[in-house]
């Protein structure tokens, strides 16, 4: 006698348990939420081989978007098909999005208590410098793939455009990307 077939149902109550658990437990974002989803994904439930993950997040990371999110939905449509995909993205992303709406609202009705003002004067900072680095990460990883000279043109000539022009970002990025893509001629002939 053969197993019966495993209830559709039970794959989605699997996806929702693995994917809410990278969602809620992935503190960082993207980056620190990979190894979750490896660890669900592909030593847990065995929907996928290693090979097969590292090739999904090479895919994943070509592509505009949060990783865990992405990974999240093919891996779920993978499983299940689109159901299966819904069901991983919203589970990933809703108790993220309710705990923030949550404690934004929370942090509102104290907002003129005199620790909670503080506590929120003293984040602003500890941001600062968490973006700050993350734009020197970006600086150095351009300079080292373009040339230190044409990142720094690049640089400022987005800075300019950006700030003194008041260019929107994407134009500008859609603007590089068309540039990237068009040919050259590299002589006169």
Partial sequence: MSPS???????????????????????????SAIPLVYQETVKKYKWMSEE????????????????????AGYIGYRVSGVIGALVA?????????????????????????PWVQHMSASVVPVVAV??????WDFVKKSGDTLGWRKALIVLL????LIELMNIHPAIIILLLLILVFLPFKK???
């Fill in 52 to 71: 097969e993950f590292s090739d999904t997040l090479a895919i994943a990371n070509a592509m505009p978007g949060p990783i865990a999110t992405k990974l």
């Fill in 157 to 160: 000539g987005s800075l300019l």
């Fill in 187 to 189: 002589g006169r002939g």
């Fill in 130 to 135: 968490m973006l700050a680095t993350l734009t």
């Fill in 5 to 31: 077939p495993r209830p559709v149902w039970k794959s989605y109550v699997d996806i929702s348990v693995a994917f809410f658990r990278v969602g809620i437990l992935g503190f960082g974002g993207g980056p």
């Fill in 89 to 113: 993205l919203f589970v990933s992303v809703a108790p993220t999005a309710f705990l923030m709406i949550f404690l934004l609202q929370l942090l509102q009705a104290y907002k003129n208590v």
